[in-house]
């Protein structure tokens, strides 16, 4: 199983070279979005990575009223646009109603529908209709292998799912990462690891949600190893002033050499699956 860009030569496949999706969780501003993408673009083109930015327009989930949400859907799309245009790069975003994955998939090349959302028939059928791939993440609260109907869902709207671990609920404010989610899945699409949102801990900090980033690596690391389509990881200049999951975003400076590590165990694993 595969899934292929329509504009770009990026390929996702769980027997494929890595493919990086990564990107600051909300859109803040044009210029730091851009300064962003050319950023990872670089250092994903060093290590012959496929490369897919992504950032949020509308953080519809917010644990408080008061947190930052982003530009919405008009400003948030128009410069998802001129990221796309200026950096050269595919663009990704989530959308949360089957109206904002009409609008989105005439600007994106991935549509992402979050975990919270992952079950709703008329999302996912919209989704699928827009002709791009979809992200699907698995929602905190399902078995992997649940995964395969909201497949099916995105099938059915007309099209290409991908299927993201995202960390599933462990008792109260915390989620655990299950490494057999990733072969599981990878029976129904390709597989994307979310090395920076399984690290949350949701409502933790009071009105915001924590977290640990030291666990990105030794995480991503792990799931690479089992042999998988994709990473994401959100990233920003500065992680403590990122406006959403500062406690999980990663420095941006630390971006190449952790690709170079994930990078020498993907091409190990996958050159023992060829041979």
């Keep these: 199983m595969e899934v292929t860009l329509d504009r770009f030569p990026v390929t996702f496949?769980?027997?494929?070279?890595?493919?990086l999706i990564a990107g600051p969780c909300v859109l803040e501003d044009e210029a730091s979005a851009v300064a962003i993408a050319e950023r990872l673009r670089d250092a994903a083109?060093?290590?012959?990575?496929?490369?897919?930015?992504?950032?949020?327009?509308?953080?519809?989930n917010r644990t408080s009223l008061e947190?930052?949400?982003g530009p919405g859907l008009a400003r948030g799309l128009a410069m998802l646009g001129k990221v796309r245009a200026r950096a050269g790069v595919p663009v990704l975003t989530d959308v949360h109603s089957p109206d904002e994955a009409r609008a989105a998939g005439e600007v994106v090349d991935v549509v992402q529908v979050p975990a919270f959302l992952f079950r709703q028939p008329d999302l996912l059928l919209a989704a699928g209709a827009t002709r791009r791939p979809v992200l699907l993440k698995k929602g905190q609260f399902v078995a992997p292998a649940d995964m395969e109907h909201a497949a099916a869902k995105v099938r059915a709207g007309g099209g290409r799912p991908l299927l993201c671990?995202?960390?599933t609920s462990f008792g109260y404010r915390d989620l655990v990462v299950d490494m057999r989610a990733l072969a599981t899945m990878a029976r129904f699409a390709p597989v994307v690891f979310d090395a920076t949102h399984a690290l949350q801990k949701p409502g933790?900090?009071?009105g915001t949600t924590g977290g640990d980033r030291a666990f990105a690596a030794p995480l991503a690391r792990a799931a690479v190893a089992v042999g998988i389509?994709?990473?994401?990881f959100e990233v920003h200049p500065d992680p403590a002033r990122a406006r959403s999951d500062a406690s999980t975003s990663l420095p941006l400076d630390?971006?190449?050499?952790?690709l170079a590590e994930v990078v020498a165990i993907d091409r190990a694993v996958k050159r023992g699956e060829s041979a």
């Design 229 to 232: 389509a994709g990473l994401f």
């Design 204 to 206: 933790a900090q009071g």
């Design 67 to 69: 947190s930052f949400r």
């Design 45 to 60: 083109a060093a290590l012959a990575l496929g490369f897919v930015f992504k950032a949020s327009y509308d953080k519809a």
């Design 165 to 167: 671990e995202r960390g």
């Design 13 to 19: 496949a769980n027997t494929a070279p890595l493919v």
């Design 254 to 258: 630390d971006i190449p050499a952790l």
